[in-house]
């Protein structure tokens, strides 16, 4: 049977149980559209392409599953490279489509024609311009599988509108693995051997998980490990929630904004077990002063990022489910006991970091931003998916609500995008329409994509924002406040709208709290509002965020609050 191009790309859509996808109709795309008015996949229309990426983002984080949006060409595909940056570092799993001029006027400089395959190489797990229809098929279950398999990250389909038009024979394909790629799942038995062996070496073991944990779906496993052996854990800013952070060995989260047992951790163990991380410079501080006295084992499915940051002594190349199975297994043949005798030292050492350098703050007369995410943890018993802007907001909520689940932070981690919190919440709620979803916003990075809250409102999704407004780009600031002498050069907010009201000209709630007074009872009532409610909380201009690891210090070395 001969079909068009525009619904060729429908049908294997469909054999890969894509139910949602997220866009923006050009010209380029104008016959996808048509096939999509004829069928019952979902669509959600967003008001930005940009929005369209963070918000297949968040649904992918939130649903487990490869999520897709669909843009037209030149600026319609230029506008999703910030989206498809932020995937590629935090490795989540997208396919995104873009509209191309017909393949005999590119390179000509044809109207609304950009080279985004050459433009996003750098930033895509792999990326395609299909010229044949006859490949148009193969190529979309191919990119499907390279998006969801080994390391997850996106992949960029460029189809020339030409190729929408043309007709062919369509044969469905159940799967398409390119023979090059083979990703490894299960590790080398020998090597998971030996990192028992220096586990029962170990006296002051710590273990580093990170957003692989999450992806690779080994939170269960990785909790099951740890309190097997009582090894204490920290995360990376990815890996919240692949620990649970009501349990005793949770230290926090390590790094720049890490807490202060966990960094002194790096600084004191003699064994790290690195699981699903990727060594980032906001993770390590000073690389050459990270964990000096440690031995330190590499679980990743992704031997590139094996020692390319941090050098390790036991490279193990595996998913981090498998691999942590397999340990799991291997520890039922132990002698538990002696294991977990020599812990208590090094927990009671912990212990006394813990308590002698706590996170804190001090409320008074004006709205600490802290505050509000705790009462926020609080009324919502740390249940909700939460997911973030960049910048304090996001540190603020790394640290003061706690994670007990996988999937239930959402953030931009690796390349730190303002701008994402919103359409990621949409794409959360989207995926998850019983939970309760708010993003944790400043009033710089709200405004980045604002504008979404009409699709919020259009769509009918109760997503809830949390704005700490400080009237400053908070985090800049607070650089120009320690180490460049006050001298705040443009990250003061001269003028801001009105939220309350912008809110509701969106068809919104709006709702804002001036005083700690008023916290509580803002948040209840937004909370508790079936629909979008933006919430404006007027907090302390000049509050920082607290500890910090100045840039190219060790972790050890942490400046406090005043």
Known sequence: MKLTGARILMEVLKTEGVDTLFGYPGAAVIDIYDELAKSDMRHILVRHEQAAVHAADGYARAKGC???????????????????????????PLVVISGQVP??????????????????????????LVKRIEDLARTVKEAFYIAGSG??????????KDVLVDSTNYVCRKTVRPKSYKPIYTPDIRRVRKVLNLIRQAERPLILAGGGVILSKASEALTQFARKLRIPVTTTLMGLGAFPGSDPLWLGMIGMHGTYQANMCTGDCDLMIAIGVR????????????APLAKIVHIDIDPTSISKNIPVCLPVVGDCGVSLGR??????????GNLRKTRDNWLEQIEYWRLSRPLAYQQEEVIKPQYVVEKL??????????TTEVGQNQMWAAQYYHFDRPNHFVTSGGLGCMGFGL?????????CPDKLVVDVAGDGSIQMNI???????????PVKVVILNNGYLGMVRQWQELFYEKRYACTGFEHSPDFVKLAEAYGATGLRATAPGDVEAVLREGLSSDGPVLMDFAVEPEESVFPMVPAGAPLTEMVFVK
Do not use: W
């Not at 504008?451 to 919020?456: H, L, N």
């Open 66 to 92: 490869v999520g897709v949006c669909l843009v037209t060409s030149g600026p319609g595909a230029t506008n999703t490279v910030t989206g498809i940056a932020s995937a590629f570092m935090d490795s989540i």
């Open 103 to 128: 393949t005999h006027l590119i390179g000509n400089d044809a109207f609304q024609e950009v080279d985004i395959v050459g433009i996003t190489r750098p930033c895509t797990k792999h990326n395609y």
């Open 151 to 160: 390391r997850p990250g996106p992949v960029l389909i460029d189809i020339p």
């Open 279 to 290: 060594f980032d410079d906001r993770v390590t501080g000073k690389t050459d002063a990270f």
């Open 327 to 336: 340990l799991n297994a291997l520890l039922e043949d132990e002698d538990l």
């Open 377 to 386: 943890y609080e009324l919502t018993k740390g249940r909700a998916v939460i």
């Open 423 to 431: 359409p990621a919440a949409i794409g959360v709620q989207l995926a």
């Open 451 to 461: 504008q979404e809250f009409a699709t919020a409102v259009q769509y009918g999704l």
